[in-house]
């Protein structure tokens, strides 16, 4: 439970409360805790058997955190350690996504497929992002580390390191990188 264990670390952080109370209050654990385990079968070396029936169960499981806390995580996308999910719902994640290290995905954000013919795809989303609310993230793009996302915005261009943008469609704002964002 490393990765899970990071991901307490930086709620506590946030708001310097018990593990156990963090893990009883905030639906973004909740769902970062179901999309760890399922992640781990899903990256796992057991039998494909055995490993679909416990995708099986764990997609209810997973399915269960959608309905209560409305943030869909899915087991076979990729999200790094120390991942904070700050208020409650409206996130969906494709299932192909890539989410880098210490990344903070604010409530309403979208990371999605977008494009047509070779521009299709997911994104690519580096470390130390910060996704405001609201935010949509789609196409096959690439976001640099540290870069911040403004909320409502719509991103479907790469984003530079260490860049702030915002707007639809968004637009470089400022060199200003997610150092005040992320703790």
């Known amino acids: 439970m490393g990765r899970f264990a990071s991901d307490i670390k930086k709620y506590k952080r946030y708001s310097n409360r018990n593990g156990l109370i963090l893990l009883l209050t905030q639906q973004g654990l909740w769902a970062l805790l179901v999309y760890r385990i399922n992640n781990k079968?899903?990256?796992?070396?057991?039998?494909?058997?055995?490993?679909?029936?416990?995708?099986?169960?764990?997609?209810?499981?997973?399915?269960?955190i959608e309905i209560i806390a409305g943030i869909s995580l899915p087991y076979s996308a990729s999200i790094g350690r120390s991942c904070y999910i700050g208020h409650f719902g409206g996130i969906i994640i494709n299932a192909n996504a890539v989410i880098g290290e210490d990344c903070n995905i604010s409530q309403g954000v979208t990371v999605g497929v977008s494009g047509r013919g070779t521009d299709r795809g997911v994104p690519t989303i580096g470390d130390r992002v910060y996704i405001g609310a609201n935010a949509v993230v789609a196409g096959n793009i690439a976001i640099g580390n540290d870069a911040v996302i403004?909320?409502?915005?719509?991103?479907?261009?790469?984003?530079?390191?260490?860049?702030t943008v915002a707007g639809v469609p968004a637009k470089k704002i400022s060199d200003n990188n997610s150092s005040a964002y992320i703790q």
């Open 150 to 163: 403004a909320a409502c915005s719509l991103v479907t261009q790469a984003v530079a390191a260490g860049t």
């Open 41 to 64: 079968i899903y990256r796992s070396k057991l039998p494909g058997f055995m490993k679909r029936i416990f995708l099986f169960f764990g997609l209810f499981w997973q399915k269960y």
